[in-house]
């Protein structure tokens, strides 16, 4: 009665990674689409692991009588476990946050006049910071850039998110967006909905993919500097 008992438990989870193994390339598909968004410092590799990993347990707890898709039930969840591994990237300190939002601040100044981003070299010397301080500066806003508009809106604004609920946040981009330009919501439309990166976004918009980047920061700036002002008001 045992070994037939292991044998169905054994028969159970081959069929249940098989499963696993069928929505492979489908993972493998996101984790490209989500490696197109980020800088070349995060692997693949890393990507795929880490969504494998969690295709397989989800498989194995999978239950087709409450959803009739794995995938659908799967999808979502390997995606946040891919999230979850760029925010344990994410070790840097209260002060280089500052530094980031400087950078950042720096390069719409100067692309705004020149039409193209500064290099390292340049920001080091006019925000008085070390150049390798600067490349993971800039490294650190290209991973926050795929991620939730609730992640990107931490640092000083972390304690008013605390505050508010997601419907309320959501309401408060809705009301950014309506005041934002045309180029600004298109931008925000194709990165987040239709997720395209940059560069396919600047060959729908026929703008350089360095003005996709600013265009985008500027509408995270605009929410982020409303709950700092919501914050402090608060």
Do not use: C
């Amino acid at each position: 009665m045992l070994t037939t008992s292991n044998g169905y438990q054994t028969a159970l989870k081959q069929s249940q990674d098989s499963l696993a193994l069928d929505y492979l390339p489908a993972l493998k598909a996101m984790a490209f689409r989500l490696k197109e968004r980020l800088p070349a410092s995060v692997d693949f590799a890393d990507l795929v692991s880490i969504g494998t990993e969690e295709l397989i347990k989800l498989a194995r707890k999978y239950d087709s009588k409450v959803s009739e898709s794995f995938w659908g039930y799967a999808k979502p969840r390997v995606h946040g476990a891919m999230l979850d591994y760029l925010r344990s990237l994410d070790n840097v300190s209260r002060q280089t946050r500052t530094l980031i939002k400087r950078v950042d601040k720096a390069i719409a100044t100067y692309y705004n006049t020149h039409q193209e981003e500064p290099d390292n070299a340049y920001l080091s010397e006019i925000l008085g910071e070390e150049e390798e301080k600067i490349k993971e500066a800039r490294i650190a806003s290209e991973i926050y850039g795929v991620m939730p508009l609730e992640d990107q809106l931490g640092g000083e604004s972390e304690e008013t998110l605390e505050r508010i609920e997601k419907e309320e946040l959501v309401e408060i981009i809705e009301q950014i967006l309506e005041q934002a330009t045309q180029n600004e919501q298109l931008v925000i439309q194709l990165y987040y909905f239709e997720e395209l990166n940059f560069k396919e976004i600047s060959e729908v918009m026929e703008i350089t993919e360095s003005r996709v980047s600013q265009l985008h920061k500027a509408v995270i700036r605009k929410i982020r500097q409303y709950l700092e002002q919501r914050g402090l008001n608060g």
